[in-house]
């Protein structure tokens, strides 16, 4: 059974940077496609970021493109999301997810078998 532990979150300042790391157990790290999604507060869960196995390719949504950057460690059954120049509307609970295909484009219906618990990133301006 898969089980996914996100870590990483928590307070900064407008135009800092976080990064966030997702463990997954239970299965070969390497069969799963990776994924980022955010919810902020009265919002819908919004997808973030995805890297395919073997980080052969990623996708991101329009607000965090060119600002986020999605890895893996296959080594270390770890997936990051790297996230520079934060705004206050980046604030939300950032969730891990992963399946065992990768999503092609946006919106990304249907996507994310496993899902973490989530870890908080709160930004102030």
């Known amino acids: 059974q898969v089980q996914l532990v996100e870590s990483g979150g928590g307070l900064v300042q407008a135009g800092g940077s976080l990064r966030l790391s997702c463990a997954l157990s239970g299965r070969p790290f390497s069969d799963y496609a990776m994924g980022w999604f955010r919810q902020a507060p009265g919002k819908e869960r919004e997808f973030v970021a995805s890297i395919s196995r073997a980080g052969y390719s990623t996708l991101y949504a329009d607000s965090v493109k060119g600002r986020s950057t999605i890895s893996r460690d296959d080594d270390k059954n770890t997936a990051y999301l790297q996230m520079n120049s934060l705004k206050p509307e980046d604030t939300a609970v950032y969730y891990c997810?992963?399946?065992?295909?990768?999503?092609?484009?946006?919106?990304?219906?249907?996507?994310?078998?496993?899902w973490g618990q989530g870890t908080q990133v709160t930004v102030s301006s």
């Open positions: 997810a992963s399946d065992t295909w990768a999503p092609s484009s946006v919106p990304t219906r249907g996507w994310g078998r496993h």
